[in-house]
């Protein structure tokens, strides 16, 4: 995705989201003006997000009226709007908000054509016994393991099946987010990465709580998942944006599991304070659905000539807690 000399705006979904949100601030830093799409409420009930200029604010659910009214000229969209709850059961509501919207914009993108990116998920791989290999050609036999997962999946399928019958945007890339972690996250409550409530734990009571490990084979706090910092994420978007992938749909990980005993430890450092940890029982309506490892197959994005180091969670977490604690500090 090339961005123009004239620096048109690039309409950006979710922009009042974590990820959004932090694409926005990146794109504040490039002088590259935005349109940003999201309930309204959110830019101003959402305190984290303060101080981005969201450039010209359009309600989600009246876009696709305001940009046949409107006409704007764009130089892109970057669709990182979804419900992203994996607790989410409504599958009529996931249809509609994950899926139709996102053909929607699909379908824009083909008759303007503009550039697409947009937010896959790690989701629709999972128990992970498939495997976590990008291959577009296998990914309609994975097996999400709830159905925000499930929409994920199907708009995937359904942008390939788009492109073989020669209904494409010029340059498209879906990107399958693993566990992602970083500032913004505090409305995302219960769905935030786990470093947010281990920073409220340890800051409240000193210790952490991490759920035990429900297989014998697995020892408590070794459950694993692929982290990557939000800051990576926004890198390989902009990579993308920038010309760097013409079409795909990748997998978007460090291509590291690491454990949540590394994670709360890490916690622990960045914020100076002893480690003590207490181990709990999985509740039991999430023990089915519990993913107990994840690790990206990163092959597929290198060979796009994106090499840049991902960050390790040594380094990605104290950034992160130093910005909380600056937030917390200012309010």
Not at 39 to 63: C, N, P, Y
Not at 201 to 222: M, N
């Amino acid at each position: 995705m090339k961005t123009p000399a004239q620096h048109l705006p690039l309409l950006v979904t979710g922009a009042a989201g974590f990820i959004g949100a932090r694409m926005v601030e990146t794109l504040n830093r490039a002088g590259i003006p935005v349109i940003s799409v999201d309930e309204l409420r959110f830019f101003d009930e959402r305190a984290e997000h303060r101080g981005l200029d969201f450039g010209t604010r359009v309600d989600r659910d009246a876009l696709f009226d305001w940009l046949a009214q409107h006409q704007p000229r764009l130089g892109g969209v970057i669709h990182l709007g979804a419900s992203s709850s994996t607790a989410e059961r409504n599958w009529d509501f996931l249809q509609r908000v994950n899926i139709g919207y996102s053909q929607e914009l699909w379908k824009f993108c083909v008759r303007q054509q503009l550039p697409f990116l947009y937010a896959s998920s790690a989701a629709t791989y999972g128990d992970g016994a498939e495997g976590f290999l990008d291959d577009e050609g296998t990914m309609a036999s994975l097996k999400a393991l709830n159905p925000y997962g499930e929409s994920k999946r199907v708009f995937d399928l359904w942008a390939l099946e788009e492109e073989k019958k020669g209904h494409a945007p010029p340059a498209w890339a879906g990107f399958k987010f693993f566990n992602v972690y970083g500032f913004g996250e505090r409305h995302k409550t219960g769905q935030s990465s786990p470093v947010l409530p281990f920073f409220d734990q340890i800051r409240a009571t000193g210790k952490v709580r991490l759920f035990r490990s429900h297989r014998p084979e697995i020892r408590d706090g070794e459950q694993s998942r692929d982290f990557v910092f939000v800051g990576d994420v926004i890198d390989v978007i902009e990579y993308a944006r920038k010309g760097g992938i013409r079409r795909g749909i990748y997998n978007l990980g460090t291509g590291q599991a690491r454990t949540f005993l590394d994670l709360a430890r890490s916690v622990f450092q960045a914020l100076g304070k002893p480690e003590q940890i207490e181990f709990i029982d999985t509740p039991e309506q999430f023990r089915t659905g519990y993913q107990y490892f994840t690790q990206a197959r990163m092959e597929k994005l290198q060979a796009q000539g994106y090499h840049r180091p991902f960050t390790p969670i040594e380094k990605g977490v104290p950034l992160y807690v130093e910005r909380l604690l600056q937030d917390a500090a200012s309010r």
